[in-house]
T-cell receptor, first 116, second 114 residues
Framework: DQQVKQNSPSLSVQEGRISILNCDYTNSMFDYFLWYKKYPAEGPTFLISISSIKDKNEDGRFTVFLNKSAKHLSLHIVPSQPGDSAVYFC???????????????FGKGTKLSVIP | NAGVTQTPKFRILKIGQSMTLQCAQDMNHNYMYWYRQDPGMGLKLIYYSVGAGITDKGEVPNGYNVSRSTTEDFPLRLELAAPSQTSVYFCATEAHQVAKNIQYFGAGTRLSVL
């Protein structure tokens, strides 16, 4: 059972336009969400995160929006640049799970291609 | 400052062989993790450690073992390699702060079992 879903395997966007990557989750215990970016032959790199007490977090060209009632989050990249072409993973954790570790649950990823 | 270093980068094993994937960090993070990523899939947690001497199973631990004798190192052992263990393996570390958990990943080890 996939608890974190990225339903779009790929997305193509023109340079300078907005990229919107979507992520849905089913586990209502999740209270911390992250986006990672991954280039081929490299490990995932942390991009931006958001706590469930917020509905928006912005860092430069990257903004993450969280809609808790819909169990949905999105990553906006404005303006998109060719260097943004990568696979983007959505991840979630249940910080208050009491498991002793904040295990991350990952989506399958969305491959973003920014066309010059 | 190397961050998280994984060795080897690539390895081909025959069925039934064993090997150890190495992970070393210089970030002084207490939490460390091992994930595997199969093609077209997200990362799945194999094992994790909250500190030296403490390890626990993740979502897919079968066929693997870990140890954590120091803060810096967290090796992953494959015994009796099987084709189902063909994957890319990532090690990650975390500083473990209150109300947030950001993990930092190594570059990965690509393993093929033939």
């Amino acid at each position: 059972d996939q608890q974190v879903k990225q339903n779009s395997p790929s997305l193509s966007v023109q340079e300078g336009r907005i990229s919107i990557l979507n992520c849905d989750y089913t586990n209502s215990m999740f209270d911390y969400f992250l986006w990672y970016k991954k280039y081929p032959a490299e490990g995932p790199t942390f991009l931006i995160s958001i706590s469930s007490i917020k509905d928006k977090n912005e860092d430069g060209r990257f903004t993450v929006f969280l809609n808790k009632s819909a169990k949905h989050l999105s990553l906006h990249i404005v303006p998109s640049q060719p260097g943004d072409s990568a696979v983007y993973f959505c991840a979630a954790s249940a910080i208050n799970s009491g498991a002793g570790s904040y295990q991350l649950t990952f989506g399958k990823g969305t491959k973003l291609s920014v066309i010059p | 400052n190397a961050g998280v270093t994984q060795t080897p980068k690539f390895r081909i094993l025959k069925i039934g062989q064993s090997m150890t994937l190495q992970c070393a960090q210089d970030m002084n993070h207490n939490y460390m993790y091992w994930y595997r990523q199969d093609p077209g899939m997200g990362l799945k947690l194999i094992y994790y450690s909250v500190g030296a001497g403490i390890t626990d199973k993740g979502e897919v631990p079968n066929g693997y073992n870990v140890s954590r004798s120091t803060t810096e190192d967290f090796p992953l052992r494959l015994e009796l390699a099987a084709p189902s263990q063909t994957s890319v393996y990532f090690c990650a570390t975390e500083a473990h702060q209150v109300a947030k958990n950001i993990q930092y990943f190594g570059a990965g080890t690509r393993l093929s079992v033939l």
